[in-house]
């Protein structure tokens, strides 16, 4: 009996992650309680009954009517971006050269906000410690269902990769190169670099993703820098709502030709708090400030989360 009871708990199944409570899913529960224990052999027990199961209904449905987001979580020194979308989680980087187990106790902790157990596809942009030490934790937690990589010479830290996920039940893995593309109930993102089999350096080989997704228009950047965000300018780059900005505000990335073109409405610096690297770079605060966008920085104000557009 035991055993069965702790294997049916090991499934997908055998455990319901309903995510963030609101208060009022609080209040409704005490409330639908009352109803069962208030007089239970009382007068017009059965409309108190048939409400409570109304009231119930209503308690399953509020998780699942949940607003999606789209989230730059505050991991340090680093980098993830998380898209809560009705087609599952979706993860673009996930790593910290400056904190511990960020995937134990930064990443899970929010996907298990979300109401979810796994991650439905996490991309890796570039093999640096701060993009993928988070994904590495969960895929040897057996917490990502897809994983993807961009499509560059593997090195040993992408091997080591692929075996974790192959040994933990990861479903596949997916080779990104420039045209590929993830397709979402809330939209897509489109891989805009680097070209297949790139033999570019490796950050400027970094997976570069742009599309529309609960109603903005994202870019995704990784590392990218010089070289690689030279021959992104002749790619087909859209106007941005959102941009995360590359390597972290570093001054070798998002030049004044880059913005140029992206005339980004709001820009996101995932960076750790005085961080060695000096991460954001004044020269890019200031390249950013005279194009007129709102700036985040993870280091001052934590994650930071955009709600689902009403028209989106």
């Known amino acids: 009996m035991i ?11 055998g455990m319901l ?4 409570v609101p208060f009022l899913w609080v209040l409704l529960f005490y409330f639908m309680t009352g109803l069962w224990i208030w007089k239970k052999n009382g007068q017009n027990r059965h409309i108190r ?13 509020i998780p699942m009517a949940r607003r999606k987001s789209l989230a730059f979580l505050d991991v340090g020194q680093g980098d993830c971006f998380v898209a809560d979308t009705k087609s599952g989680a979706i993860i673009f980087d996930g790593g910290s050269s400056s904190e511990d ?7 899970l902790p929010y996907m298990k906000y979300l109401g979810y157990q796994k991650i439905q596809i996490a991309v890796i942009s570039h093999m640096d ?3 993928y030490s988070g994904i590495k934790e969960l895929l040897e937690m057996g917490k990502i269902k897809y994983l993807g990589l961009p499509e560059i010479p593997k090195d040993e830290t992408m091997k080591k990769i692929i075996g974790i996920a192959k040994k933990r039940g990861t479903t596949s893995f997916f080779i990104f190169s420039r045209g590929r593309q993830i397709t979402t109930k809330d939209g897509s993102l489109k891989v805009l670099h680097p070209q297949k089999n790139s033999q570019m350096e490796k950050n400027a080989a970094s997976l570069v993703m742009q599309g529309k997704i609960l109603g ?12 690689g965000e030279e021959e992104l300018l002749s790619e087909e780059l859209e106007r941005a ?17 880059f913005l140029q073109k992206v005339q980004p409405k709001q820009t996101v610096i995932s960076c750790g708090k005085q961080n060695r690297y000096g991460h954001p770079h004044l ?7 005279t194009y007129r966008t709102k700036i985040y920085r993870t280091d001052r104000s934590g994650a930071i989360i955009f709600f689902k557009r009403r028209d989106g």
């Open 3 to 13: 055993q069965g009871v702790l294997w049916i708990s090991r499934q997908s199944y």
């Open 17 to 20: 992650t309903i995510g963030h």
């Open 49 to 61: 009954i048939s409400l409570a199961y109304v009231i119930m209904i209503i308690l399953i449905w």
């Open 101 to 107: 187990q960020v995937g134990r106790y930064r990443i």
């Open 129 to 131: 410690i701060d993009h």
């Open 216 to 227: 903005y228009r994202v870019l995704l950047t990784g590392d990218v820098e010089k070289e």
């Open 241 to 257: 709502d959102i941009l995360k900005a590359a390597h972290h505000g570093s001054k070798n990335s998002t030049s004044n030709e």
């Open 283 to 289: 020269e890019t605060i200031h390249r950013l400030q």
